[in-house]
């Protein structure tokens, strides 16, 4: 049962305190809000209910789902690179990908479509995407 992690997962996204959780629940502390995230205690069904319907997420995906894991950042497709001499893309928003929020950390990131066949011998070839880390050199 994932409901301690996926409930951690939801307040964080959604900004709120374990105080304010317990507030909008009628708790009296946020000690019960803290053992919910622990694993120690599971709230009743009808206060599960009341938790996903205030997230907008079904009882069973907060339950039985893993919802850090299905979550992506949209990366920007920022132009096009001609595979060949070395020249500089044209930025022009051409689309997203998205992506696990892990593999964006450290750093801005960004694709670029690949026109054109001379890296082909490298595997890249007309139409792929690659996925850059943008850095001054």
């Known amino acids: 049962m994932n409901f301690a992690k996926n409930l951690r997962y939801l307040r964080h996204k959604s900004g709120h305190s374990q105080e304010k959780l317990a507030e909008e629940l009628h708790y009296k502390s946020f000690t019960t ?4 995230e622990d694993g120690t205690s599971t709230p009743p069904y009808k206060v599960i209910e009341k938790i996903a319907e205030m997230y ?3 009882v ?10 299905n979550q992506s950042v949209n990366v920007p497709i ?3 690179v001609r595979g060949g001499e070395p020249i500089y893309a044209e930025q ?6 998205p992506v696990s929020p ?3 950390a450290g ?9 054109g066949d001379s890296m082909m011998n490298d595997r ?4 792929d995407i690659l996925y850059v880390r943008k850095q001054n050199t």
């Open 107 to 115: 750093g801005e990131y960004f694709y670029l479509e690949v026109v």
């Open 60 to 69: 069973d995906a907060i339950m039985h789902g893993n919802m850090e894991e």
């Open 78 to 80: 920022l132009g096009i």
């Open 92 to 97: 022009n928003t051409l689309g997203y990908e």
């Open 102 to 104: 892990q593999e964006t």
């Open 56 to 58: 907008h997420v079904t």
């Open 124 to 127: 890249i070839l007309p139409g």
């Open 33 to 36: 809000i803290q053992k919910w």
